[in-house]
């Protein structure tokens, strides 16, 4: 049995989230290999706050006289005890729901893992098969620790208190929380286990042991058919159903894949792969309430990312357009609309609440291109108008000039952007004053973006029956000066003009948005020419690299230490939301549907071999293109799902 065999169990992760920023994650083997691992990660400040305070149950049997234990650890000297994975017979997802089942003797005993409102896991063990009765003890490991930091033992009283199925938590005077069960009891243990070995982390150049306090003991006795559950939550717990919670989880993924059948035409021919996407696009739209008002955001990526402005208008269209929930893209812009200041979209949002950061030049167009998308979808002029104002300030600053000298030169008309220690476009990987890729200047794709937003605001001017010289008086110099790109000696497009040392002439991907967007402007010969280097550099079967491999700074893999990872980040990383790009960029040039389909049939393989059922934030640009990164990202998930869906209608 594969999940019998550490190297397989270890390698893969799970997610189950609650839509408020908070989750649930681990490895199919269930030994913590990330910070970021835990059976309850809430979000005590919404979708920010995330604290780990439940960080596993280990599991033990006793069947038939013999006594197994379920659970598995790896520790400080890089022993492995014990070696509960050696059970399991199958890990799948059920829908989004992980299922475990273990074989003990001639008794399989099957674990699920799921959320259900704000902050609230439910775990629950089901003895599947036995000829007697099955005895199961759970060590409760808790923590309370911002989920980015590691915890060494504290010095702390008696956390645990325990009323009849109920215990409450409180480690360190942090926050106070609940384990109830719906059967068995539950004692006080009130003990430090010490040297937790992450992986991961060691992986990743990090701190990697941790200490976990053995808060309490949960011990029942189960026949064939009958289930113990567990519930953790940061709210008071009253009785519970765990099967009639289950049903009402499983009920609402039927209703997601039920709206994408019906705004969608390919989805009754979709692969299963196609249906994972959907399931997971659920997983990045959590609230952020605003001034005690109800708002919507994306979780860009799983564990470790927050929301950021120009990641949600990336992934807006994949996420809530293409699986038939306009009403949430809806949502979307309008919150993002009421962040707008200087012309500029967040770029990220700090923990603790702190002020918003603005250090993005491309975020406010995306903006304006996820709500063409919008429109483009539902025909609904009644957001245009509530937020017309706001896109038309997004080009009044940056024609006039905003921040970190983004606006436009009135000499050529393109838009320059950038200062030194910043980093303003996508590729922004910086390690305290290191900006791997400044790119200041006019960067290609931000030229592109902006002529396609002042093309779109014109239509919506005209939709709305305003005046939209303005744009049109934009963007014709936009067109004219677009030819500047072209590096004749390349047959490619520069990277950044008018830059501090002259113009930047790498080969990158970032040539391939002036193929992808709807309003472009270059000529047919030019962009088949884009597609063509593009396809024969930078495309991988995973991904699209970020550097060309002909570059000396290329960097093929991604790994090491903060700084090792930071400087591959956009020197040859491949990104999975790029081969969207690509394919969009290939279809306008003219490229063949069924080709296209073709070079999507690899996530089908990956959305087994790294965050199970979802897609994560990249891979190696060297083969054999290991996924790294985020086990799931929202741009990855729901580009590759939305040029699905593109390139299906072609072809179909």
């Given at each position: ?13 799970w ?18 290999t ?11 400040a ?39 994975f050696?059970?399991?017979?199958d ?106 070995l ?38 008071q ?6 099967q ?16 994408w ?29 605003l ?58 949002f ?27 979808a ?10 017309f104002?706001?896109?038309n300030?997004?080009i ?31 590729m ?28 779109a ?5 005209q ?51 002036a ?47 903060p ?81 699905w ?8």
């Amino acid at each position: 049995m594969e999940w019998g065999h550490l190297s397989v169990a270890e390698y893969r992760e799970w997610l189950v989230t609650d839509g408020s920023g908070g989750y649930a994650s681990g490895t199919a083997s269930d030994i913590l290999t990330r910070r970021y691992h835990g059976l309850l990660v809430a979000a005590l400040a919404p979708p920010l706050g995330r604290r780990v305070l439940l960080a596993k149950l280990d599991a033990s049997v006793v069947y038939d006289g013999s006594s197994v234990e379920l659970g598995a650890n790896r520790w400080h000297d890089g022993t492995v005890a014990a070696t509960g994975f050696r059970f399991i017979t199958d890990f799948r997802l059920d829908g989004r729901v992980p299922v475990w089942k273990y074989a003990i003797a001639d008794a399989v005993l099957e674990r699920r893992v799921w959320m259900h409102g704000a902050s609230t896991t439910f775990v629950r063990y089901t003895l599947a098969r036995a000829h007697s009765s099955l005895a199961i003890s759970l060590k409760a490991y808790v923590n309370d620790r911002d989920y980015h930091a590691l915890t060494h033992a504290l010095s702390v009283g008696d956390v645990t208190q325990i009323d009849g199925s109920t215990a409450t938590i409180r480690l360190g005077g942090g926050t106070p929380w609940h384990l109830r069960v719906d059967r068995g009891t539950i004692r006080a243990e009130n003990e430090w286990y010490y040297g937790f070995l992450l992986a991961r982390e060691s992986e990743r150049g990090l701190d990697d042991v941790e200490d976990h306090y053995h808060g309490c003991t949960i011990d029942a006795t189960l026949a064939a058919g009958e289930s113990l559950t567990v519930v953790a939550s940061t709210s008071q717990i009253e009785t519970f159903d765990s099967q009639a919670v289950l049903a009402q989880v499983h009920e609402s993924e039927r209703a997601l894949l039920g709206r994408w059948r019906e705004t969608q035409p390919c989805a009754a021919g979709a692969p299963a792969w196609i249906e994972s996407l959907v399931l997971a696009a659920n997983q990045f739209i959590v609230d952020r309430p605003l001034n005690g008002s109800p708002g919507k955001t994306v979780i860009a990526g799983y564990h470790w990312f927050g929301d950021w402005g120009r990641d949600t208008m990336i992934a807006l269209s994949g996420l809530t357009l293409t699986t038939g929930r306009a009403e949430i893209a809806r949502t979307i812009l309008a919150t993002f609309a009421r962040y707008i200041d200087r012309g500029m979209l967040p770029n990220r949002f700090p923990e603790g609440g702190a002020a918003p950061e603005y250090n993005t030049v491309d975020a406010a167009l995306w903006f304006i291109e996820a709500l063409r998308q919008y429109y483009a979808a539902t025909n609904d002029q009644s957001l245009l108008h509530d937020v017309f104002d706001d896109a038309n300030g997004i080009i009044d600053w940056y024609a006039r000039g905003t921040r970190y000298h983004i606006g436009v030169d009135a000499r050529d008309g393109l838009l320059y952007a950038g200062e030194p220690g910043v980093q303003l476009t996508w590729m922004d990987a910086k390690l305290g004053d290191w900006v791997v890729t400044p790119r200041i200047g006019k960067p290609v794709e931000i030229n592109a973006l902006w002529y396609n937003a002042l093309r779109a605001m014109d239509g919506f001017a005209q939709l709305l029956g305003r005046d939209p010289s303005r744009y049109r008086e934009l963007a014709s110099p936009v067109r004219r000066s677009f030819a500047r790109y072209w590096n004749d000696a390349a047959g490619y497009l520069y990277d950044v003009l008018d830059g501090p040392e002259g113009n930047d002439a790498t080969i990158r991907p970032n040539a391939l948005f002036a193929v992808a967007l709807p309003f472009r402007a270059l000529d047919a010969k030019r962009e088949a020419a884009i597609v063509d280097v593009a396809a024969r550099t930078l495309v991988t079967p995973c991904g699209v690299r970020s550097l060309s491999p002909n570059d000396p700074a290329y960097t093929g893999h991604y790994g090491g230490s903060p700084r090792d990872r930071d400087a591959a980040y956009h020197r040859g990383t491949a990104w999975l939301w790029l081969t969207a790009i690509f394919l969009r960029a290939w279809r306008n040039a003219g490229g063949d549907a069924a080709e296209a389909l073709a070079y999507l049939q690899p996530f089908a393989e990956m959305i087994h071999t790294y965050g199970v059922g979802t897609l994560a934030e990249l891979t190696d640009g060297d083969a054999p293109y290991d996924q790294r990164g985020a086990i799931a990202q929202a741009w990855s998930v729901a580009e590759i799902l939305r040029v699905w869906h593109e390139v299906q209608g072609d072809h179909g």
